[in-house]
């Protein structure tokens, strides 16, 4: 009959073995040991998660005074028809407080709405270039380069026809 690697073969007349100090302390240290090692790696862990998370998340840039959108999501799991063609995203709003991730909104008048908006139920409203709300709140536009003239020069040629007479006169 063969034994298990795990039990101890002992005389009937000597009993078990005494365990020693030595025995002791070689255990103690081998359980911190694993110990330490386990809470390393959930640390390297939770850290790779974290990195990924922050990867992908994306962080927009708003200030109390902009103009959003907030995202409707009392029709996500209602699938009536006429919540199937409604709009998600809301008129623009003024951000009139900041909380942590939340912020509070006003309507284009000045009424404030009720409660918070965390940061992930809006985005960023730009409006249409010329437009009233272009004029009140105006971007901020960097100068064009030379080489944006140049490709705005260019699709102007174009627009014009230019561009296909030119191209027909080299070839």
Partial sequence: M????????TDSTSGPLPTTN???N?????????????HLRSIKEADRRKNMFDSKARVP?????DLVQFYDSKADLN?????KLAPRWSVPHLI??????????????????????????????TPLRGSTLDLIHPR???EPTEEDLAIAEAE??????????????HS
């Fill in 2 to 9: 063969a034994l298990r690697p795990d039990t101890q073969t």
């Fill in 22 to 24: 030595n025995d002791l």
């Fill in 26 to 38: 070689t255990h103690f240290t081998l359980v911190d040991s694993f110990r330490y090692t386990t």
């Fill in 61 to 65: 840039d708003i200030q109390i005074g």
């Fill in 79 to 83: 699938y009536s028809t006429i919540n």
């Fill in 96 to 125: 009139t407080g900041k909380y942590l991730n939340s912020y509070t909104l006003s309507t284009l008048r000045g009424l404030p709405l009720s409660g918070l908006f965390h940061i992930r139920r809006l985005r960023p409203y």
């Fill in 140 to 142: 901020d536009v960097p």
């Fill in 156 to 169: 102007e040629r174009m627009a014009e026809g230019d561009f296909y007479n030119s191209f027909a006169e």
